[in-house]
Each structure stands twice: as C-alpha cells, then as structure tokens.
C-alpha cells in the first residue's frame, strides 16, 4: 500500500522566490540551506537559544504571529486548499497558539533537571538528567495541514532550546510564502529559518547535517529521508500517513457516530492524517449507518456540497485524478460520488460493499470518499486491521467497554480513539506519533520538548570520600568482590553496586 | 522448553570460531524462519502478560546464577578478563538490572493517565506502553554478556520477542548464549542468531521493530540505512572520545586512582572509557607521577604479569594501538611496552600530545592514555566543542565552578565529575550517545521506553453532544466565536477539549 505521491511545482516555487527576494535568486536551495545552517549554527554555538527568557519570549511571539494575522492565514488557506476559515483557525492555528502556551506555562518545570532519588550510599552523590537541546533541527512540513505541521514541531524545538530551519511544503505555496515573510519578524532572525526548498532539492539538503530531522509526509519519501540522514546518524522523527481504520459496532449511537466520522472524514475535502480512512462496520447497523451519513452530510454541507462554502477541494488536479480512480473501481456509490475536475471538487463519497482488494483499501485515500466494508463480528475486523500496515490512528464506536477495551489492546497504532476521530491528535498531554510504517518518535506537549532534547545522565560525585572507593581497585580481591555483591544484592530495587563506591 | 527446539536453536550458531563465514542460502532461510517463528509467537500475545515478562526475567536470572563459572571461563578465553571485572562488569551489572525491572514492571506497565480539564472530565485519556513486536540486539565483544543481556532486559519487560546477535568476534560467549539463552528464556519468543558480516547483512534485510545496536559508526551508518528501508526505529549506542578535564583544586592522587581504574578496566576496551585527558601543563606535572604510583599499586612493577589485566581482543586490535602508538609525536611518560605473542601492550601514558596527534584521531579503546595539554579550563572546552559530540564527559575537580562550566558548555552522552564510567551502571540514569555517539537510550525504565510504543489513547462517551455540535458544518462565525471564547479564556492548552 502506497501513500499518493507529491507533485512538485517546482518552477513556480522558483518564480515564487524571485518574488519575494525582489531579485533573480540565482542560489540554489542547498546552497541557501548551507548558509542559513551556517547562521543557525554560529547561533547555537553562542547560545542565543538557551535562556529561558529567550525561549519564552520567542514562544510569545509565535502566539502573537498567530493572532495578529489570522486573516492572512485564513487567505492563505483558502487559496491553497480552499480551506475555510473555520477550520483554519480552530485546527491550524488555535492549535499552534495552544501548543506555545502550554510550553510556554510549562518551560520552567520541562528544563528542571531530574533528580534521582537518593539512597544512603549515594547521600554524597548527586545523580540527575539534564535536558539539552540537540542543535540546529530540520521541520519539513507537508501540505495538508501546512501551518501546524511546521509550527507545532517548531514550538517544540523552541522550548527545547534548538535552532530551527522549517521547509514548509512547496504545494502548500501560499502558506510557504506567507510563513517565509512572518517568521523574520517575529522570531529571532539567527536561529530561526524558513527554507522553500522543493521536494527535489530536500534529499540534498538533508545531507548537510542536521542533528534531528522532524519529517511529516507520505511513507516513501519518509524512508528516503530517513536513508539520506542515516549517513550522517541524523536522528529523525517521521510521521507518516497510512489507513486509520474504524470500526462501528452494532451497538452505538449511530447517529452521533455517523456525524463524528462526517465530520472526521470530510474536514478539509478529506485531506488529514489523522482522519478514519475506511469503515469496518458491522453487518447489522450498516444500513443505519449509511442512512445516518447521508443525514449528516446533508445537514454539513446541504444537498449540494459543491455550493457549500464549508466543504473544502483538492489540491490539484493530479489528486482528484486520483481519488477518482480508487472510487471509481471500488465498491458502489452509496452517496456522492460526482466529480468535477475544474474546481478540484468530489464531493462526499461514501462507498458501500467494498472489500479488501479493491483498489481504495490497498491505498491511503486521502480524499473526502469513505469506503464502508462490511463485517460481521469484531473479531473479523480485528483481523482484517492485524493484516495492514500499523496506521497513525485507530477508531471505534461502540457503547461496549469490552468492543473498546479489545480493539485497543489487540490492535497497534499510533494513537487510539473510541467514540470520536481526530482529537486526540489535538491535546498536548497526549503524545501524537505513528508506529511502524505510519512513522517513529512522537511530539505535542511535552513530547514535543523530550524529542527536541537529550537527556544528558549526569553523575556528580565528590573526591574526598575515598573509604569505600578503594574496594573496586585492583590487585583484585575475592574478598573485596563478595562484599561489593553484597552490598548491591541489599537493594532490592537494584540500586548497583557502583552506589557504595 | 521442547528438546527439539532447543537443538534446532544451537544448530543455527555455526561460527564458533570467530571468523566471517559464508554460509549458504539454506542458512538465510533459517533466519527467515526464526524471526517469522518470532513473529507468530508474537501475534499470539503470548510475551504480553505481566506474568510471563516476569518468568523471562527470573529466568535470566537463574540463567546468571548457575552459570557463573561458565561465563568466567568463556570471558577468559575470550578476552582474559579477570574474575573481579566480569562479576562486576558482566553479571552483577544485569543482575540489576533485572532486580529493577523485576520491581518495577507493574508500574511501568500501567497506562499513565494524563491531567484532564473540565471538558474532558467525561473523557479517559491516558497513554499506553505497547511492545513494538519483534525486535533486533546486536552486541559487541567488548562486553559481550552485558551488551546482549542488558539490552534484552528492556525488550523483554516491554513485551517483545527478540532475536539477539552476539558478536562473533567474542567466539566462546557466542557460543555460550547460543546455548543458554533457548535453556532459560522461551525458545517461541526469544531466539539467537549468529553469524559474521555476511549474515548480518542478510539478517538486515528481515524487517524487524526495532533494532539495538552497540558498536562501531561505521558499522551503525549501513545498519541505520538498512533500517530505513523498512521504517525501523533504531538505537546505537556507539562510541567516541571521551574526554576527560581536570582543573581546579582536586586531589591528585584520588583522581589519579578513579582516572587509571576507568582507563584500564578491561584493557581501556570500554566505549566510556576516558580516552584522554585535557589538562594544564602545572596539573600534568603532579597527575604523572600519580598515575604512575597508582598503576604501580593496581598492577604491580611489571603489569604484564599481572592477572588483574584483560586481554586485547585480537591480534588486528593489538597492531592498530601500536601504529597508533608508534606515529604519535608526543612522549611516552609511561609504559609503552608492548609483546606481540601476548597481544600485550603495557598501561601508557603519553604526554604531549597535540590535536591533530595520531592518537587524537580515532578512539583508542586500549590501554594508551594522552594527555593534552590545554592552560584553562575554557581552552579545554573549545577544544572538545570543536570535535564530535562523545558518549562520556568527564571532569575531575573540586570546584562546583569548574564542574558546571563543564556541564553546561559541553554536549555529551552521559557525564559524570570526579569518576569515571560509574554513572552509567545506576538503572537510573539514561545511558546513551548524542550525535556520532549514538541515539536513543537504555537501561531501567528507560530501556522499557526504548522497546514500547507510547500509544496516546482517548476514550470518549457519547455525552456532551451539544457542545460537540459547535464543531459541525455548517460553519458559522457565532459557533466559531463560541468556540474561540472557550478556548480563549484560559491563558493556556486545549482548545479540543471543547470540541
């Protein structure tokens, strides 16, 4: 199963940027790369990034940026996924401002050292782990929720005290440029940058050195990346898309289940990660079920989405090509179904009698069509999810405990959500990231400042006590060695024999 | 344990000799076999229940206890490591490890509920710790039991099956693994593959969940690409210069003792071994002489008698010290003997050493200590920011000053003052690299972490609709209103809760 893959307008990316520069940009974007690395890292080798105070004031900034220009966001998104304003403000940019307040409020106690406990040997020693801020990291941000895939990992990086370089995606272009003129006047112009490098020049660019790559995008070029920064031993983050499954169960409040997944599903013309991909309903309510969706889209989006101003399009026209061919060769059209490629519209689809080798369960849809397949008990949907990729979110509504308690523990996913889709992706408590193909590491809230970090363990012991140091030394002695097993066989929690050293 | 599985488990460790040896595509197929063995085993949910995680690890134990001379002769031969050094160093650290995770694994098991506010007082949100499932260890010779077993610990108290590597340059601990680990631990869940480079590679392209691996960079850049290819999370814990600063008031000669017992534990073959040291040219005049009374005192006049002294691992080991020896410009103040049958070369230290010296290349990992003569402590840092980013960082000093201008100026692993290599064996502390050290983390909780998925989980009920409604199309400036007020309110997180 392959994610859709990413078309790069790379020529009016370049147009784009002798735009903005006022200038022909004869530089290519590696070597712009290299010299905004070369700043980011004078910047972090005089440790501009590291004091609390810095921090924290960049963190305000952000929230500012946000607030003062909601409309130029909203423009933005409009022109670049024909978003509404509704959402990009409640799941792009609230969502940033949240993330920066709660690192802001939380800094202090985040960059606290840990201290271990102390037992009686170690009463002299002090034993903690400090974080550090790894360096100069890499944000590439992909472009269906372009904002908040650059900013949220930035707010991290932030308080984790890094410099920062973010590649907003160039299909995204709008966004990209408004991003690239906000930054520079709002955050620090040495340690943080914005670079519109293409999806081409990317692979290069990685190669300079980073020392974390936080990668947000599809599976195969997140492989890619993730190759070219393992000749360097560049750590990366990578979350990945994938087919969130969601299984409704026979009992459920069918309507208020119909309308959560609408709403999960079709947000954003169907374009987000973190949206169920495909329904495992059971058999019994699957009528219901469909009937409930069409009363919930008509209520949406009214009885023509194309007229809605709520309802989002594509982004291009390689993308409903696409979409069009999986439902077209999938299943039978229960609702929607129309297409129209001019307008980079298709409208909420919901699919019926799909089975697992139709083209549209073999590929991430990533479009605003919902392909039910049937099922007739939970273990056949358990096990139809076992045979996937591990995806970034797994769903179910059930008003059943033990539905619920067994598909989270006999699945593996990312993250997990029962009775709704999508928010858990939206709490900072809650660390967001994939598992095995949807990707590796985790952010959000404190995550966030953890995958930014390295947790240095410190020792801190002092030379004058030497009485009992000396037991360890050589010429080795049975004696001295039974008395340091001993010792350490005393703690039961395995404290270590090095404590009475 | 079934007898047939047991004997089908040692037949795959061919390479007892050490070498790299081709095998043939019938071997592949083993592999093959094994980790989808592993695989179904896995599916089963039989390495998932708390019980069982915990029999595996009283196994483990047994596995130490009743084993110990055995695992004394098989270091013996593989790198005559004295009695004292392996007790420490290869059982007592694990047995430690295992007593932690013995204790502690119920509560590190347990979802951790995270703080709620008042909209998601009707909401459960917590975060799971799922194992990732079938998982990879591959460990290195110079501590060949504690760098398999260790690591193990961690995958086995998160719930994973494993496939372990031991090294085969370290032959009879290979073979003593191979041997043991199907007698101990469940031969469904845990497996030992063996084999040299080629194998390796092979064994590589299996897709596992997660691969562990302790040695070299070089070895750890293909690995890590491998890796990507199948979106493997990868931990390498790999090795580097650590550098080793003292200044300020200390005593000399108690610094003198830590220092040479760090640097000459097993031969100076430890990847946190201080693998040089930075001081002034007025501290180098008084550590000398106390390095020298302190060998004296550990080793005797003449330490290639000494039977409190490892081994190096092989002859190839012991010929590259000795060219590094032998092109280094600076002064040998100490030893510098070195014996070619025995793979001998004697505890050194030389002085004078500059930076780009044929000693300040590559790490040591042997009994040769420079000394780099840098006046202040300021110095000293620069001259370690200016090289990769090393798994150990040692200061030796009295001064509070002194010790945090280390800590704070300099990036490392693990750091520890006025010791050396201590800090990693408390279950406490993460042990890890940073940089070309390594990445990711182990030991006690952490080596938990390192095996489990942190799973972010949200179970919602059905109430609350109207509320919920604020969020639906059609979208409406009033409900966008009511929905930024409510988040707006407070001076901190969560709009979603509203949601």
Redesign the interface.
Known sequence: MSAPPSPSPTRWFKALKRTKSGESCMKTCPVLCAELLNRARAAHRAGRAMKESFRHAQLEAVVRMMQDHECDFVDALGKDLHKHRFETVMLELIMVKNEALYAASNLKRWMEPQHMDRTLATSLDEGLVVSEPLGVVLVVGAWSSPVQHCLVPLVGAIAAGNCVIINPSEISSHTAALLLRLLPSYLDNECYHVLLAGTNDLLEIIDLKFDHIFFTGNGTLGSKVAQVAARSLTPVTLVLGGKNPCYVDRQCDIGTTAKRIAWARFQNAGQTMVAPDYVLCHADVRDQLVQALRSSLNQFYGSDPRESCSFGRLVNVETVKRVKDLLWKSGKVAIGGQVNEAEKYVAPTVLTEVVETDPIMQHEVFGPVLPIQTVNSLDEAISLIGQQEKPLCVYVYSSNSKVVSRMMRETSSGTFCANDCVLQSLMPMLPFGGVGSSGMGSYHGRHSFDTFSHRKSCLLRGTRIECVTYLRYPPYDDRNLSLMTWASSLSQKGQGWCQIL | MIAGERRAGAALCKSGTGRAELHGAKDMDEQTEVVKRLRESF?SGVSLPEHFRRSQLEGMVALLRENEQRILDAMHQDLAK????V??SEI??V???????I??LKSWMMPEY??KNLA?KMDD?F??R?P??VVLIIGAWNYPLQLILLPLVGAISAGNCAVVKPSEVSPATEKLLTELIPKYLSPACYAVLCGGVEETKKLLEIKF?HIFFTGS?SV??KI??A???H?T?VT?E?GGKCPCLIYGD??VQ??A??LA?AKFFNMGQTCVAPDYVLCSQQMREALVPALRKALE????SCPQK???MAHLISQRHWARLCDMLQRSKGTVVIGGETAEDEKYIAPTVVVDVKETDSLMVDEIFGPILPIVTAETLGEAIDFV?AREKPLALYV?S?NSEV?TAA?ERT?????????GM??M????????G???SG???YHGRWGFETFS??????????AL?RI?ML??????ES??DW??WA?GTK???????V?
């Open positions: 599916r004295p009695k004292f050094e007790v420490l007592d650290i047995m430690n490890e295992l007593r932690f995770a204790s502690n995270v703080v998601t949100c975060v799971r799922e990732l499932g969940d960079q750890a850049r890590l690409q890796a990507a290819v979106l999370p390498l790999l200390l005593d108690a610094a003792r830590r017992w005192t550990f080793y005797g000494s039977p409190d920011n030796f009295d010790v800590l990036s490392s692993g693990g750091f520890c003052s006025n010791d201590v800090h064996c408390l279950p406490g502390l993460p042990f890890g940073i940089g070309a990445m990711g983390n998925h942190r799973r972010g989980c949200m179970l919602r009920g059905w609709e919920n969020r639906y199309p059609p979208y409406t409900n966008l929905l930024r988040t001076k901190s997180w969560n709009s979603c809760s949601l």
